[in-house]
């Protein structure tokens, strides 16, 4: 039963895809990654928060809080949380900039406003290289959901077929079908999460769960997971709205209002997380050897739902992960064949994406089997990349004067800085590695820029 439900939402969802192409006829360029910025409220809602609640919420969260404690997932939720409100400032300042550079990456952006190509390359080159742990973190999910519900697959199998769909989505209309696809997933995943959770309360009891967990786990935070906590927040919500793949959903959309609307309403799907960590503390009062942390929320799962509501959990994983790996490689396609390779005519473009995508594909199937992590610590790895774009990006946004090259050092100071620490396993007392490099980005920034103008004040 499990398994004859997981397909049929599957299929369901292929059914969706195939929907969402309905007399559109040829694809342009624009309509395929952008859908010509002609979405309405409800589907760019769900197509963000598709984006937003990936294959991370239903493992990562709860594998963080099984491997490090209840207090480690404090910082999932509040940056996630504190994200919001800048969201509904700067995502309509972002979409009213795509439309004045007729963007669609991110790397538009800095080339419409900076002018320069090093830097364009530069913004191009690194969002590629940090998505790869964020695609890796979708497959890692997707094996950890899979196999934690009792499908004992080679993780291979589970890759390649997870692969395999996502291109599917991708190739029968693009962004659409992953807007499309989005409603069902949203759906199922907040079932699943919320049944699973309800299921912890019914049969283990809420009070008795928590207190059991309590005698394996501590609930209080010493100065130094407070500082990782306060740090991390603040520096992954800076770079929430920077990811690649979150600007080009801004562009889907129809106008910078329908943009507002969609963050209003946002924050009504943290409603699921306390399930999450009910689910959580499930799996450690009754102190499962689980083969990975990852498999933490379907532990539970197994143990309290019935097979066909198993099979509806499957598929809203299933689908958490493989909408985000869409939502990534419509993103990568044309950053490759828009911005490293400029001289691709446009009617070409589209094709080339696909050859990038699955190249992307391949890349993040190898990492995945090479080096599998805990899906928080990949999450912290992209945002250490992607996060230093963000005082680029305020340029951008507010129309200031900045010159590139300040821009572009600032960049790779900030990113190499963040690999370097993230390396040498470097100690701040716990303060995030990624804010510290955040810190020498904007310095390197200023100095740069305002570098020329004291020399010429100082020979005056």
Request: glycine content about 10%; hydrophobic content about 55%; aromatic content about 12%.
């Amino acid at each position: 039963m499990t398994t004859a439900v997981f397909l049929g939402f599957i299929v369901f969802s292929l059914y969706l895809a195939i929907r969402s192409k309905k007399g559109r006829g040829a694809q342009s360029m624009h309509d395929f990654f952008v859908a010509s910025r002609q979405f309405g409220a409800f589907l760019v809602f769900f197509l963000a928060a598709g984006e937003i609640y990936s294959i991370g919420t239903m493992v990562g969260f709860p594998g963080g809080i099984y491997a490090k404690g209840p207090t480690y997932g404090v910082w999932f939720l509040g940056y996630i949380l504190l994200a919001y409100p800048l969201g509904y400032f700067i995502g309509p300042k972002i979409w009213k900039a795509g439309a004045r550079y007729n963007a669609i990456t991110l790397p538009d952006l800095f080339k419409g406003h900076y002018g320069s190509r090093a830097l364009e390359l530069i913004v191009a080159g690194s969002s590629i290289l940090f998505l790869l742990p964020w695609g890796q973190l979708q497959f890692t999910g997707l094996v950890a959901a899979l196999k934690g519900l009792g499908w004992e697959f080679d993780p291979v199998y589970l890759v390649m077929i997870s692969a395999a769909l996502a291109f599917t989505y991708i190739a029968i209309s693009g962004v659409r079908a992953s807007a499309y696809i989005a409603i069902l997933k949203d759906i199922l995943m907040v079932v699943a999460i919320v049944a699973t959770g309800v299921a912890v309360g019914w049969k283990a009891g809420v009070g008795d769960v928590f207190h059991a967990a309590s005698l394996h786990v501590s609930n209080q935070m010493n100065d130094t997971q407070l500082r990782f906590s306060m740090s991390t927040m603040l520096f992954q919500a800076l770079g929430f709205y920077v990811m690649p793949f979150a600007v080009q959903n801004f562009f889907t959309a129809r106008s910078a209002n329908t943009i507002r609307r969609t963050q209003v309403a946002m924050p009504l799907y943290m409603l699921m997380y306390p399930f999450l960590v009910l689910a959580s503390y499930y799996a450690i009062s009754q102190n499962l050897q689980l083969a990975s942390p990852n498999e933490a929320f379907f532990a539970a799962a197994v143990r309290l739902l019935p097979g066909w509501l198993l099979g509806l959990v499957a598929a809203g994983a299933a689908l958490s992960g493989l909408l985000v790996l869409a939502g990534i490689c419509l993103a990568i396609g044309p950053i490759v064949t828009r911005n490293l390779l400029p001289g691709m005519p446009e009617a070409r473009q589209k094709q080339g994406a696909k050859v990038v995508i699955v190249i992307y594909l391949v890349l993040s199937i190898a990492m995945t089997l090479a080096t599998p992590n805990l899906m928080l610590t990949l999450i912290n790895t992209t945002y250490y990349g992607v996060t230093q774009f963000f005082p680029g990006v305020l340029v951008i946004l507010f129309s200031l004067k900045v010159r590139p090259l300040a821009i572009a050092l600032g960049i790779v100071a900030g990113q190499a800085l963040a690999i370097v620490l993230y390396v040498h396993q470097a100690d701040f007392g716990g303060i995030n590695l990624g804010l510290i490099s955040l810190g020498v980005n904007l310095l390197v920034t200023a100095l740069v820029n305002y570098a020329p103008r004291l020399a010429r004040v100082q020979a005056a």
